[in-house]
């Protein structure tokens, strides 16, 4: 069984900066993509970015584009997201997501495995 262990949640100030940590445990796997989703209450689930090992291509969001960065160990299986100048509404529970398909990493369904998910609070 794999597991995902997400870490580095919490609550910041606006303009503020969080590092989201997420490691695989359990049963040996090898990833084609890694990434990051977010889901804020009363809204659906929705892309942050991701990271493909094979081309060692990354994706964001339009909303994370240049305020966020994404990095990881392909060989430990360990994906990381740093956010800077944090706004109110990056406010949401952040799931990071492993995928052994070859897609984009963008869509929910390319994901085999989630983690718990780690609550990221931004206050104004």
């Known amino acids: 069984q794999v597991q995902l262990v997400e870490s580095g949640g919490g609550l910041v100030q606006a303009g503020g900066s969080l590092r989201l940590s997420c490691t695989a445990s359990?049963?040996?796997?090898?990833?084609?993509?890694m990434g990051w989703f977010r889901q804020a209450p009363g809204k659906e689930r929705e892309f942050v970015s991701a990271?493909?090992?094979?081309?060692?291509?990354?994706d964001y969001a339009d909303f994370a584009k240049g305020r966020f960065t994404i990095s990881g160990d392909n060989g430990k299986n360990a994906v990381y997201l740093q956010m800077n100048s944090l706004k109110p509404e990056d406010t949401a529970v952040y799931y990071c997501g492993a995928s052994l398909s070859r897609g984009g990493g963008r869509s929910q369904d390319e994901y085999a495995y989630w983690g718990q998910g780690t609550q990221v609070t931004v206050s104004s």
């Open positions: 990271i493909r090992w094979r081309s060692g291509g990354i």
């Open positions: 359990g049963r040996t796997f090898s990833s084609s993509i």
